[in-house]
């Protein structure tokens, strides 16, 4: 069983930042890829960064410049270091994980952490 725990959202100011992080905890393949998505009210859940197990990356058009994502494998954790925060960042943020074994993807979800943005 794959478990992902996420921590680190919260209420912050426009301009300001936020770090997100997650970790995976069970049976993970090598071959994977951790990110993070977002989901506001009213919206459908968009892929804001995701990482592969060797460090290539996707960020979302919207949110190049100010975020990084990073992770750390021996840990099995992915980090989102969000700055010059805006208020339409404001959404849940997922975390997930894509393990795969070809042909198949298998994903994984955290329970979403609520990241707000005042303006």
């Known amino acids: 069983q794959v478990q992902l725990v996420e921590s680190g959202g919260g209420l912050v100011q426009a301009g300001g930042s936020l770090r997100l992080s997650c970790t995976a905890s069970?049976?993970?393949?090598?071959?994977?890829?951790m990110g993070w998505y977002r989901q506001a009210p009213g919206k459908q859940r968009e892929l804001v960064a995701d990482?592969?197990?060797?460090?290539?990356?996707v960020y979302a058009d919207s949110v190049k410049g100010r975020f990084t994502i990073s992770r750390d494998n021996a840990k099995n954790t992915v980090y989102l270091q969000m700055n010059s925060l805006k208020p339409e960042d404001t959404a849940v943020y997922y975390c997930n994980l894509g393990m795969i074994r070809r042909p198949t993807r298998y994903d994984y979800w955290g329970q979403g952490t609520q990241v707000t943005v005042s303006s």
């Open positions: 990482c592969t197990s060797d460090g290539n990356t």
């Open positions: 069970g049976s993970i393949f090598s071959i994977n890829i």
